[in-house]
């Protein structure tokens, strides 16, 4: 009964049903939470290390005590490479750098980040680039697209609007992103190496 009446309070008072009142207050608080994360106190202490540590996080966490910066590995030039083995690229195997093909050409995008993300949250498993970490991507980003079907070099069908959106995708990675190597051409269809308007 008590129930009823705050639902019909939260919808009299805001207008929207009693679940999307709920809803909003989620998101504001989730967005409050991460906002709030971005900016701790300089004397916050960090969060205490479990107790067994293998010998590398120990000597990393040493480092990064020390205020040392730790760089990425550089990226490992792979030269020709297949669709089957770019596969292995996908950012599944934290050992192994994110690889994504556009127009025939492979570049590295273990480096790069988008805001505050680090890139195996962006392109790796649970990021929303996900899709794309080890996949051929020519046509997806033409079409701004996140369906697999798309995931292909072909550029059959596009228009000249798309495929200045993929010349704009192409130049953004050239600029943030190092080139480790190519489709093997089996892979890499007449239009993934040449330019677009």
Request: proline share 9%.
């Amino acid at each position: 009964m008590a129930a009823q009446g705050i639902a019909k309070a939260v919808q009299a008072y805001t207008g929207l049903s009693p679940a999307a009142a709920v809803t909003i207050l989620a998101l504001m608080l989730a967005t409050y939470l991460l906002v709030s994360s971005l900016f701790v106190a300089p004397d916050a202490a960090p969060p205490k290390p479990p107790p067994q540590r293998k010998e590398e996080e120990q000597q990393q966490q040493q480092q990064e005590e020390a205020g040392a910066f730790v760089p990425y590995p550089d990226p490992v030039q792979v030269g020709e490479i297949t669709l089957e083995q770019l596969a292995a690229y996908d950012g599944k195997d934290p050992a192994k750098p994110i690889l994504i093909a556009i127009r025939g050409q492979v570049y590295d995008v273990t480096r790069g980040s988008f805001f505050f993300l680090t890139p195996r949250l962006f392109y790796g498993p649970q990021g929303p680039y996900s899709l794309f970490a080890g996949r051929d991507a020519t046509r997806a980003l033409a079409l701004m697209s996140f369906d697999p079907i798309d995931l292909t070099g072909d550029l059959d069908g596009l228009g000249p609007d798309e495929l200045e959106v993929l010349q704009d995708w192409e130049d953004k990675f050239k600029e943030r992103y190092p080139t480790v190597g190519h489709l093997a051409s089996e892979n890499a269809a007449d239009g993934n190496h040449g330019g677009a308007a």
